[in-house]
Structures are given as structure tokens and as C-alpha cells.
């Protein structure tokens, strides 16, 4: 099972990103996909999750009304569209394939795609 994560990069202050993962060797809509993010220093928290069939999606509070995931089962491949990015957003980011749709803990998860940094600068 493979996931790779691409669209991280360094965006100012108010500006927007959208991060992609693309998933092999599983069946794909059997999972929910989740975005976790970590910063330095600090653990791996949960930012996004949508259920195997795209149809619901959950947040974050840090993250709600700006961020919005959604999945594209056809292509094997989550997004992350992130609007109004804060200094606060810089961090590693991670898609994950998790079995369990409203868990939020990273603990468990089935399977971690390689992060993708975001910088955000004031």
C-alpha cells in the first residue's frame, strides 16, 4: 500500500493551497481518508476526515469553513483544499487510510502516506 501526498509548499499569509494524495494497493473506498497535521514541536493532530463514499466530511474546529476535503474514488485520491491559510497552519502534513471514519487519534490508523510540508508566512 502506497499514498503520496504532493502540494505542500511556502504561501503567504491568506492564501491557499491544495494538497493531493494518491493511494495504491488497497481498495480505496473501503477506507475513510484523513488528514493529520504535525508542527514542530508539537504531536500529530487531526485536521480532516471523509468516509469511504465521499458523502461526509468532518473537521477540526482550527481548520472549519476554511479547509475542505473531499475524494475522488474513480482516481484512488483524497484533497485538501486550504483557504485562508494562518501562520498557525505551517506544519507536516499527512493523509492516512483508516478503517474507523470518526476516529480522530492518529493511533490505529491503517496506513500513513509520507507527509508534505506547508509553510505559511505572516
Known amino acids: 500500500v502506497q499514498l503520496q501526498a504532493s502540494g505542500g509548499g511556502l504561501v503567504q499569509a491568506g492564501g491557499s493551497l491544495r494538497l493531493s494524495c494518491a493511494a495504491s494497493g488497497l481498495t480505496f473506498s473501503n477506507y475513510a481518508l484523513k488528514w493529520f497535521r504535525q508542527a514542530p514541536g508539537k504531536e500529530r493532530g487531526f485536521v480532516a476526515a471523509?468516509?469511504?463514499?465521499?458523502?461526509?466530511?468532518f473537521y477540526a474546529e482550527s481548520v472549519k469553513g476554511r479547509f475542505t476535503i473531499s475524494r475522488d474514488n474513480a482516481k484512488n485520491t483524497v484533497y485538501l483544499q486550504m483557504n485562508s491559510l494562518k501562520p498557525e497552519d505551517t506544519a507536516v502534513y499527512y493523509c492516512?487510510?483508516?478503517?474507523?471514519?470518526?476516529?480522530?487519534?492518529?493511533?490505529?490508523?491503517?496506513?500513513w502516506g509520507k507527509g508534505t510540508l506547508v509553510t505559511v508566512s505572516s
Open positions: 471523509v468516509s469511504g463514499s465521499g458523502s461526509t466530511t
Open positions: 492516512a487510510a483508516d478503517r474507523y471514519f470518526l476516529k480522530t487519534s492518529s493511533g490505529g490508523v491503517d496506513y
